[in-house]
């Protein structure tokens, strides 16, 4: 009984360092947000706080894989109702902007984008997304304008790292767009690139 009070309340904890690092992150940045901070905000002493993490960096690392863990969830539900290569794209697509549309996403996003752009690549959640969409586009046979793995590979990147950085670049343009436009554009070029 007593051990499974001891993980709730681990779990609790755990969840209010995401949250309030989340917060944080997303209102200050990672360069200027401190261990003293989380743990003011999460009401805990400091030493508590690097029973789970090491420093700033680990929490927000582990914040990462948990967003990009979601992403690919997301991603995952919507490609199965994809009926062709450009529904394929265009909920892939969409799936990851309506996440980061999110006002508490959309500003995490346009704060840490260096720190996000780091993390993200090295995220075991990115690198299983490329895997899938690498596996994905070999074996479409109306994938025909490339024949070499590494084409697919660099193809499959190419596909993983475009939606952020136009989300990114759009966020400081004095046009605003929706996630169906930008997905509808993303969607359109790519396809044309891949069917011809």
């Known amino acids: 009984m007593s051990l499974s ?3 709730s309340n681990k779990k609790k904890i755990r969840e ?5 690092g989340l917060r944080l992150f997303s209102e200050k940045g990672i360069q200027h947000t401190t ?10 002493a400091r030493g508590t706080f690097y029973n789970y ?18 992403i690919q969830e997301n991603v995952k539900e919507n490609r199965k109702k994809a009926d062709s290569i450009y529904a394929y794209l ?10 980061v549309s999110a006002p508490q996403m959309k500003e995490f996003h ?16 990115i690198r299983s997304v ?17 024949d070499q793995n590494y084409e697919f590979l660099l193809l499959s990147i190419m596909l993983v790292g475009a939606p952020p950085e136009l989300f990114i670049a759009t966020q400081s343009s004095t046009v605003e767009f929706t996630s169906e436009q930008l997905a509808s554009f993303l ?8 069917v011809k």
């Open 53 to 70: 993490f090491d420093d700033v960096q680990s929490l927000f690392e582990a914040l990462i894989e948990s967003i990009n863990r979601r």
């Open 110 to 125: 346009t704060k840490n984008q260096a720190a996000i752009r780091q993390s993200t690549y090295q995220s075991d959640q």
């Open 130 to 146: 490329i895997q899938e969409i690498n596996r994905d586009l070999r074996n479409d046979p109306n994938v025909n304008e490339f």
């Open 5 to 7: 009070v001891r993980e």
């Open 35 to 44: 261990v003293n901070d989380i743990v003011q905000a999460v009401g805990i």
């Open 187 to 194: 969607a359109k070029t790519f396809h044309r690139v891949l």
């Open 90 to 99: 265009y909920s892939t697509f969409k799936s990851y902007l309506d996440f």
């Open 16 to 20: 209010a360092l995401f949250a309030e």
